[in-house]
């Protein structure tokens, strides 16, 4: 990339449309807030210098919080403002700021893109990003479409048909949309109150202020945008699917490897890699299984701990660790592996972990036992449906 690239996502809005108790953004999906999947994907690009994120008061010290057991390190917080524009607007003044002084750029505001999107768009992937990055940069503006799925059509004041749209010649304009950042600026510079309270198009914004029209370009199913209750059904299956990539930490036992592996496929999840070191485990996987034979306390915590760890730093969706434990005396080792499971659900806020044990001390050896394949389906189940109620608990088979 020969330019730097700064994100703006306003997430100020109270998700009116959606009749929930809590704006949209910040329902949970899969386990996570929803806007948690957009900032993870935005903050791990290796080309995007900051994002500004528009939010309101109310919502400031949990967006802190989220941050933080995130472990994004791009993310600036901004107060946003009644609308989506006065909420960009926010974001594109901090901007001018920030560019303002800088020495480097001497009042050159050609190398840097803004890309503007939204917070409801969760799984909007990185090669949609950068061509439209690319093409803000070459062209001035940007923008995602999506072919019309229903016609379009206008009615008279008495509610009578007037006409309808060729729906071969209209597209949905979708974000993400960017901007080259001295375009965007004279467009929030120049905008009247009138678009800054009823408009909702960047790329408008663009045309009407500046004359520039923006390069639109075909993007794929991923980004469509929570609107509706019925959309976090759509999301959850989505994250569903995000989730399907299974690696497997598996101490000496066969039979339970190859359990598990038809378990997991009976549900529809992929096995990755399996391996008996965490450190040749995959960078895609995002649901950790880990088997430990006759361990101890310490080494269950350090397994453990170092799938977390993976996870955060590697998975933009958070995930699931299973930790199947067996070869282990019950009584004893479930009073510690519960305080174990408390200890991590007070640490980490956006991961799900379950213990498994197999409560027999020589069930490692017991190739053909039916608790092996019944421990596999359970674990199959919990990383499957991700139960958030769940969360923390310790199972005994």
């Known amino acids: 990339m020969d330019f730097r690239a700064f994100g703006i996502i306003p997430a100020a809005g109270s998700g009116l449309r959606t009749s929930l108790p809590l704006p949209k953004q910040f329902c949970l999906v899969a386990g996570r807030p929803l806007i948690a999947y957009t900032l993870k994907r935005f903050d791990r690009l290796p080309w995007m210098e900051e994002i500004y994120v528009a939010i309101s008061e109310d919502w400031k010290d949990y967006m802190e919080t989220l941050i933080t057991q995130c472990k994004l390190t791009k993310i600036r917080l901004i107060l946003g403002g009644t609308t989506r524009h006065r909420s960009i607007r926010n974001c594109i003044e901090e901007l001018n700021r920030k560019f303002d002084t800088e020495s480097s750029i001497s009042g050159d505001s050609g190398n840097q893109v803004v890309i503007v999107h939204d917070a409801v768009r969760p799984f909007v992937d990185e090669d949609t990003l950068k061509q439209i990055a690319v093409a803000a940069k070459e062209h001035g503006a940007s923008g995602a479409i999506r072919p019309l799925v229903s016609t379009v059509i206008a009615s008279d004041e008495n509610g009578i048909l007037d006409h309808s749209l060729v729906r071969s010649k209209y597209r949905e304009s979708h974000t993400p949309q960017a901007f080259r950042h001295s375009i965007i600026k004279t467009a929030y510079e120049k905008i009247s109150e009138y678009d800054l309270d009823y408009g909702t198009e960047c790329l408008h914004l663009a045309l009407e202020y500046t004359g520039t029209k923006a390069k639109l370009l075909e993007a794929p199913d991923e980004v469509w945008k929570v609107t509706y209750r019925k959309d976090f059904f759509a999301a959850e299956s989505i994250a569903t699917e995000i989730f399907s990539l299974v690696g497997l930490i598996m101490d000496d036992n066969t039979a339970l490897t190859k359990h598990l592996q038809v378990a997991l496929k009976e549900k529809n999840l992929q096995v990755g890699t399996t391996t008996a070191e965490i450190t ?118």
């Not at 950790?288 to 269950?300: E, Q």
């Not at 397994?303 to 969706?317: G, K, R, T, V």
């Open 280 to 397: 040749k485990l995959s960078e895609e996987v995002n649901c950790i299984i880990l088997h430990k034979v006759t361990p101890t306390i310490d080494i269950i915590s350090t397994s453990c701990y170092q799938a977390i760890d993976l996870l955060q730093q590697h998975s933009s969706y958070g995930g699931v660790i299973t930790c199947i434990v067996s070869g282990v005396e019950l009584n004893k080792t479930w009073h510690q592996v519960q305080r174990l499971a408390q200890q991590i659900t007070t640490d980490i806020k956006l991961l799900q972990v379950y213990f498994v044990i197999i409560a027999d001390q020589d069930i490692h050896i017991k190739e053909d036992s039916a608790r092996l394949i019944k421990a596999s389906n359970m674990v199959a189940s919990l990383v499957y449906s991700r139960n958030q109620h769940l969360n923390g608990q310790v199972f005994v088979v």
